[in-house]
């Protein structure tokens, strides 16, 4: 018998897709079968809250091969066998687990906020430092922050209690300012004149980890016109307000407005928090194609269209053309 909690380290079952594979469910122990080796083997698996493990059984004799579970059997036959064992085991773990590593609340509010403002998915790249990740810019590949789990006295704290924390970029002409030794500090493991690193244990309000997390993408970028956060967030809504009526424009040439081209994908997450549809009409920012937002912030594309067509601007197959409706800034 293999017990599979080793591999099972840091990552979470899901007993749906479990059944969808072809688990069977009694009582809350899931067990799947499958045969091997010309029929001649089956693989058992058996997971539950308690125990996760495999057996092969010989089906002549309906007994354990335990010969597979042993590192130093060697041979053709077993080499196969194992083989196609573990085959299906590593399939199992891929196509119904996924990896968990960070435990606090926070750390989890930060993994979400991050793929749905972004889109992005941590990257684990150490083999052997598993609970260390780093979420990068698709744009130019950079990294903009980091999750680790930490003993706090690597943050100059007298305490061996384990932390999960988040490295950031900062600007480094401001972070003297912002570094406390208590609640923000020092980039761990970083520049430390250009990151700095929170605890993820709600000494800082979610909010305001958010918040740096968007100005750490934007640093990424290579931020160009100096602008971020707020100050950023503010002119682009501010170059909305002018956009005549009966045209549009691409969120590049909201970018390239700002001083920074590289900023259009930035410009498309700032839409999407438009805190006043009516008074900025982001409606009027379209991809490079003339193409309407698949997820438009006031009601997706058939309000979009909508507020387009009140201009006078014709919407087919949910486009606009850009050589006819598109404001070239004189």
Not at 89 to 105: A, G, L, P, Q, R
Not at 136 to 160: C, F, H, M
Not at 252 to 259: F, M, R, S
Request: net charge neutral.
């Amino acid at each position: 018998m293999r017990n599979l909690k080793g591999i099972l380290k840091n990552k979470t079952i899901d007993y749906e897709k479990l059944i969808k594979y072809g688990f069977v469910n009694d009582n809350d122990i899931y067990t799947y079968k499958a045969k091997i080796y010309h029929n001649q083997f089956e693989v058992n698996i058996f997971f539950s809250q308690e125990k996760q493990y495999s057996k092969l059984i010989d089906i002549e004799n309906n007994e354990e091969y335990a010969l597979v579970d042993i590192e130093d059997s060697v041979g053709e036959f077993i080499g196969n066998l194992k083989e196609e064992y573990e085959c299906i085991i590593e399939d199992i773990i891929t196509n119904c687990t996924s990896k968990e590593v960070f435990k606090s609340n926070q750390a989890k509010e930060v993994i979400e906020y991050v793929e749905q403002r972004y889109g992005d998915k941590l990257e684990f790249l150490w083999e052997k430092f598993d609970d260390n990740a780093i979420w990068r810019n698709k744009q130019n590949n950079k990294w903009y922050a980091l999750l680790l789990t930490v003993s706090k006295r690597k943050l100059g704290i007298e305490s061996d209690d384990i932390v999960e924390i988040i490295d950031l970029r900062y600007q480094k002409e401001e972070i003297d300012r912002i570094i406390d030794n208590k609640n923000i500090f020092p980039g761990y493991h970083m520049n430390k004149k250009s990151w700095i690193t929170i605890k993820l244990d709600n000494s800082v309000d979610i909010k305001q980890i958010y918040k740096l997390i968007d100005n750490s993408y934007n640093l990424s970028i290579g931020n160009k016109c100096g602008l971020t956060g707020d100050s950023l967030s503010q002119k682009v809504y501010d170059y909305l307000t002018i956009i005549p009526k009966g045209k549009v424009v691409t969120y590049k040439q909201v970018a390239e407005h700002l001083g920074n081209k590289g900023l259009a994908r930035v410009v498309g997450n700032i839409l999407h928090k438009n805190p006043d549809g009516d008074k900025y009409p982001c409606y009027k920012v379209l991809n490079s194609k003339g193409e309407l937002a698949e997820a438009f912030v006031f009601g997706g594309k058939g309000i979009q269209k909508k507020r387009l067509e009140k201009e006078k601007i014709k919407v087919i197959n949910n486009m606009v053309d850009l050589k006819l409706y598109q404001w070239k800034e004189q």
